[in-house]
């Protein structure tokens, strides 16, 4: 069975600082991962994918996150964080026979403060 | 394009009573998915349909929970009757295909009393 741990359950940091939100994964085949974020009252919003290719992907708002297979991980990541990046953010993984069946982490909570 | 529409947006009931959630996927998307959010976990799945069959309900508390997807496009999850432990948000999500990209709707909070 696979399974996904996000080590932080809340991160505060101040604005325009650096972020780094810890997710590790364990699963014993190929696995696709997402980070998924949630504002408050609204649904999920897909933020980033990694299905193959470079292990480095990138989202339009400026997070980064990177795949690491040999630690099993995929750290999400941003320079510089802005009020408005407060929301919980999910890691989440599929295996490619799982047929969209997605498993997901407990959630972190960014807090972003003046 | 309209995103994935779920109602209520919040619903209270007392222990015991019965409950119905209703989702309207994306149109032409073919896999739906419903999920239970218990306040600091994550989403997790509790039934998928592909058009209107079922593709996984393993982790659906068959004894209380019921859900169906008519005619491949709207779906309804129904409790029945509801626990203090099933408040929760109940997520809704749907797909192009099975493995697609996944879009979910706002949720419905559901407070058992």
């Known amino acids: 069975a696979q399974s996904v741990t996000q080590l932080d359950s809340q991160v505060p940091v101040f604005e325009e600082a650096p972020v780094e939100l810890r997710c590790n994964y364990s699963?014993?085949?190929?696995?696709?991962l997402f980070w998924y974020v949630q504002y408050p009252n609204q649904g999920l919003q897909l933020l980033l994918k990694?299905?193959?290719?470079?292990?480095l992907v990138e989202s339009i708002n400026g997070f980064e996150a990177e795949f690491n297979k040999s630690q099993t991980s995929f750290h999400l990541r941003k320079p510089s964080v802005h009020i408005s990046d407060t929301a919980e953010y999910f890691c989440?993984?599929?295996?490619?026979?799982?047929?969209?069946?997605?498993?997901f982490g407990q959630g972190t909570i960014l807090t972003v403060h003046p | 394009e309209a995103g994935v529409a779920q109602s209520p947006r919040y619903k209270i009931i007392e222990k015991r009573q019965s409950v119905a959630f209703w989702c309207n996927p994306i149109s032409g998307h073919a896999t739906l998915y419903w999920y239970q959010q218990i306040l600091g976990q994550g989403p997790k799945l509790l039934i998928q349909?592909?058009?209107?069959?079922?593709?996984?309900d393993s982790q659906l508390p068959k004894d209380r929970f019921s859900a169906e997807r008519l005619k491949g496009v709207d779906s309804t999850l129904k409790i029945q009757p509801a626990k203090l432990e099933d408040s929760a948000v109940y997520l809704c999500?749907?797909?192009?295909?099975?493995?697609?990209?996944?879009?979910f709707g706002p949720g419905t909070r559901l407070t058992v009393l």
């Open positions: 699963s014993s085949v190929s696995v696709y």
């Open positions: 989440a993984v599929f295996k490619g026979t799982s047929y969209g069946k997605l498993t």
């Open positions: 999500a749907s797909s192009l295909d099975r493995g697609d990209e996944q879009f």
């Open positions: 349909f592909q058009n209107n069959g079922v593709v996984d």
């Open positions: 990694y299905l193959s290719g470079s292990t």
